[in-house]
């Protein structure tokens, strides 16, 4: 039996299609509630290649909405993109997976996505959509928008050469400066928001034409809306304007608030394991090693150090407090 017999029957993608989608590279970014979804789905069509990123780490509170993770992950703590991997590699053997557990910034983007046929935001960060959009538009790779809070959900896709960016659409989308962590989501607003980005990602892989429409709504309140914007491109647009100059590619810093989590980012000056447990253990600071991070207390803080040096502060109400946290022990 053919696996994609029930994909291939339908008119929209057909063999043609299937054809196409199972010689594609989908980069997704954020591997959370949006992005373990959109990865579920992708695997399934059949997509030749998927490379994910997420900085993260599975937790129970991931585990109402965040579909490819199960208990035994969060008890683990294992990297969001690992734990995706081996999740969808059960689903697919023959499916291609390239993983970071990595900040998603301009240089790893540059480095590891140019590849792609098209990029997935699963993220929840607002600096890092500004960045994949830059990156979009300069390497001529669509990317699909993607949000939800509380019972809302939104989808956009944007595709050089043939719509206006996310910059000059921003000021239409649907407000989401709220987070999950403090008023919550649920997951059929997640599932609309995912559907729609995979049903436009299924149309760019297939090559079918397409409708490009900002997609929102309320699946709680049974409202929803779709807005077409192919004539809101702005000339004077840094990203996708007459003399584009992407200023979100020449960013570099990594220190953030991480959304909704209490907790901050850093890059620390040890970068590597051997000399931050030595450290550690000078100090009389007990820790946890893992084969991707070390754990670790400071003044009753938990302090995550990933290979390479990426540290997360967590319990910590601004980035100022981090900064105390941080000094104390790398100062």
């Known amino acids: 039996m053919n696996r994609y017999d029930r994909q291939e029957k339908f008119k929209g993608i057909g063999q043609q299609g299937q054809a196409l989608i199972k010689e594609k590279t989908v980069g997704i970014i954020g591997i959370g509630a949006l992005g373990t979804h959109t990865a579920n789905t992708l695997a399934r069509a059949g997509v030749k290649k998927l490379i994910l990123v997420d900085r993260d780490y599975v937790e129970a509170s991931n585990l109402q909405r965040q579909t490819l993770f199960n208990e035994q992950h969060a008890v683990d703590m ?28 301009a240089p790893l983007l540059e480095a590891a ?10 993220s929840d960060n607002f600096d890092v959509r500004q960045i994949m959009n830059d990156f979009s538009y300069r390497y001529q790779i669509p990317w699909i928008y993607g949000a939800c809070v509380e019972s809302t959900y939104a989808a956009c896709p944007f595709i050089p050469g043939l719509t206006p960016c996310f910059n000059c659409v921003m000021g239409i989308l649907p407000v989401m400066n709220r987070t999950c962590d403090t008023v919550g989501v649920i997951e059929p607003a997640v599932g609309l928001a995912t559907s729609y980005q995979a049903m436009y990602a299924l149309k760019i892989l297939a090559e079918e034409p397409i409708d490009p429409r900002l997609i929102f709504g309320d699946v709680w309140t049974l409202e929803h809306s779709a807005m077409k914007y192919s004539r809101m491109g702005e000339a004077k ?18 220190q953030t608030m991480l959304c909704g989590r209490d907790t901050v980012q850093f890059a620390s000056p040890v970068t590597d394991i051997t000399q931050l447990t030595e450290f550690l253990s000078k100090l009389n600071i007990p820790f946890q090693e893992t084969p991707y991070f070390v754990r670790f207390f400071v003044n009753d803080k938990p302090v995550i150090w990933f290979k390479g040096g990426r540290l997360l502060v967590h319990e910590v109400k601004t980035v100022a407090e981090g900064q105390k946290i941080y000094y104390q022990l790398f100062g």
């Open 113 to 122: 996505f140019s590849a792609c046929d098209l990029l997935i935001d699963g």
């Open 237 to 254: 647009c840094p990203t996708c304007g007459e003399r584009p100059t992407y200023p979100h590619l020449q960013s570099r810093t990594i």
């Open 78 to 105: 294992t990297p969001k993109v690992i734990a995706a991997r081996d999740e969808l590699l059960k689903i697919r053997s023959d499916l291609q997976i390239e993983t970071y557990i990595e900040h998603c910034d």
